[in-house]
């Protein structure tokens, strides 16, 4: 187990230091979970959905004026699912 000492900044902010970010693959604007338990506060990573991650990442390329069509976008987005095993 690894400990390390962190100091909060001027608004309480915490950051995470780089060996657990990596360790963990946490990256920027990742939302985590922060629970109180008796052993005082735990922070994790939320369960991640794969197909809500596909369908975000998508609409993110499809905003952006990718060439894809609806009927492309579906397909893609099928295929990534199927080779994800969902």
């Known amino acids: 187990m690894v400990e390390l000492r962190v100091k909060l900044g001027l608004k309480g902010q915490v950051v995470i230091p780089k060996i657990f970010r990596d360790h963990y693959k946490m990256f920027p604007n990742q939302e985590v979970i922060i629970t109180e338990n008796e052993f005082g506060l735990t922070v ?15 609409s993110k390329v499809s905003k952006k004026g990718s060439h894809y069509n609806k009927k492309e976008f579906y397909e893609q987005y099928e295929k990534r699912l199927k080779r994800a095993g969902l």
């Open 44 to 58: 994790k990573k939320p369960q991640s959905n794969v197909s809500e991650y596909f369908k975000e990442q998508a």
